[in-house]
């Protein structure tokens, strides 16, 4: 592709071919600090609808309202002692999202690090209006989309990327990435969808930002992007 598109453009490939209904989400972490008029308090999973939307937020360890989200973001260090008892009777007793300590603490051990200390500041925004290089590119669609996000996504190298898909909402769409490098599809967690109102279709697809070109690439050679679909008389049935 030569030069790399700028973020406008990005968006609005996607946003022709793959017909969203939601913007694609640039997610940038930065030390550098963002100026904002609007410095709100929110948690993570409400940031992510909001910028899938339209809106532009800046959140920072003052502004993440979630713990978790301040966790999975690397605001805040994992929680130990007696957070740590809270979080697992909130969990086991209060959302019953786990049946057991154990089952909790094996989902913890077995599921990838947290960026603890990563940056000062998290910016969420629709990739249009990116002003920042991204780290990640998060995709609100639904399962046709994401199955054609994920056939771009590999067009060129054939790997499956490794998927993880319990955990928070957070964790499966940006921190997993940020630490793995990985592609993932998420279906978020319960909590969050419910609470968010997030559509029952609803998938949320991560991209790290720096596999973007090689999607865009494949578009006009790849049936899930724009090339034509042959089929050979000896594969056609009746």
Not at 39 to 65: F, H, N, P, W
Not at 215 to 231: N, Q
């Given at each position: ?29 930065t ?37 978790g ?32 300590l ?104 991560t991209?790290p ?29 009746d």
């Open positions: 592709m030569g030069v790399l598109m700028d973020f406008k453009k990005q968006s609005s490939v996607f946003k022709k071919i793959l017909d969203l209904k939601y913007e694609p989400i640039a997610i940038s972490f030390n550098n600090e963002i100026k904002t008029e609007d410095k709100q308090r929110i948690a993570i999973c409400r940031a992510i609808k909001l910028a899938a939307q339209g809106e532009v937020i800046v959140i920072d360890k003052e502004t993440s309202t979630c713990p989200g301040s966790m999975y973001c690397g605001f805040s260090e994992p929680v130990s002692g007696e957070k740590k008892k809270r979080l697992q009777w909130f969990l086991t007793k209060g959302e019953k999202l786990f049946n057991s154990v089952t909790f603490e094996r989902m913890r051990k077995l599921t990838s690090p947290i960026p603890t200390g990563l940056a000062d500041y998290l910016v969420m925004s629709p990739l249009e209006k990116a002003t920042i290089m991204p780290d990640l590119i998060i995709f609100l669609c639904n399962p046709e989309q994401a199955c054609r996000l994920i056939t771009l996504d590999t067009f060129f190298d054939g790997i499956p990327p490794k998927q993880e898909v319990i955990g928070a909402l957070c964790h499966t769409t940006i921190s997993y990435s940020v630490v793995t490098g990985f592609t993932n599809i998420s279906m978020g967690d319960w909590t969050a969808r419910r609470n968010q109102k997030f559509e029952p279709d609803t998938l949320f697809f991209l930002y720096e596999r973007i070109e090689n999607l865009i690439k494949a578009i006009p050679k790849c049936s899930a992007g724009e090339a034509e679909l042959v089929i050979p008389k000896e594969f056609q049935h």
